[in-house]
């Protein structure tokens, strides 16, 4: 079993930023890969970027050059930054570990 805990979410301008946090618990061992998806209103759940335990990294090619994933193994937390954040991110924004999600931090871009 392996718990998720998202933070960070909020609401923010356009053009703003905010940091999501990940926090990961008890099988944390058997992690090689975690990573960030969103679910907007009305919209399926899509990948945001992924990170594994040796550092390799995937995004989504609308958050390219905006977003960044990191990831601190000593704490088993994942971050998400995000900059110049747009009204179209808008989002639930989860964090997923093998089978496991969290459950959900809500991001707002508004004016």
Known sequence: QVQLVESGGGLVQPGGSLRLSCAASGSIFSIVAMGW?????????????????????????????????????????????????????????????LVYWGKGTLVTVSS
């Open 37 to 97: 998806y969103r679910q907007a209103p009305g919209k399926e759940r899509e990948l945001v970027a992924t990170i594994t335990r040796g550092g390799s990294i995937n995004y989504a090619d609308s958050v390219k050059g905006r977003f960044t994933i990191s990831r601190d193994n000593a704490k088993n937390t994942v971050y998400l930054q995000m900059n110049s954040l747009q009204p179209e991110d808008t989002a639930i924004y989860y964090c997923k570990a």
